[in-house]
């Protein structure tokens, strides 16, 4: 059974960081691209960032790119997020997502949500003063 937990959510004042994980149990992480999507209250979800199978590259959106940096170890079946400088519109409930095919299938600057096929139940992330 496949399984992703996020971790690694809070409370922050703007211009903090926090560090997010999704620990990946079920399959062959090394295998699969995966990415990060957040979803902000009553918002759509949006697509954040993604690295390849085998953490070469990385893409991200333009709300968070030079603050946000992805990245994988797969001896550990872990992704995470390394978020700073963050904002208040950086609130959100962050997921992770793994690709349904192995290799190059989701490694893409823009996010085809029919290429996904597991999500994990989040976790919260609230920037406030």
């Known amino acids: 059974e496949v399984q992703l937990v996020e971790s690694g959510g809070g409370l922050v004042q703007p211009g903090g960081s926090l560090r997010l994980s999704c620990t990946a149990s079920?399959?062959?992480?090394?295998?699969?691209?995966m990415s990060w999507i957040r979803q902000a209250p009553g918002a759509r979800l949006e697509w954040v960032s993604t690295?390849?199978?085998?953490?070469?590259?990385?893409y991200y959106a333009g709300s968070v790119k030079g603050r946000f940096t992805i990245s994988r170890d797969n001896d550990k079946n872990t992704l995470y997020l390394q978020m700073n400088s963050l904002k208040s519109e950086d609130t959100a409930m962050y997921f992770c997502a793994k690709c349904s095919r192995g290799g190059e299938y989701c490694s893409d600057r823009i996010y085809y949500p029919d290429r996904y096929n597991y999500w994990g139940q989040g976790t919260q992330v609230t920037v406030s003063s």
């Open positions: 690295v390849t199978w085998n953490g070469r590259d990385a």
């Open positions: 079920g399959f062959t992480f090394e295998d699969y691209t």
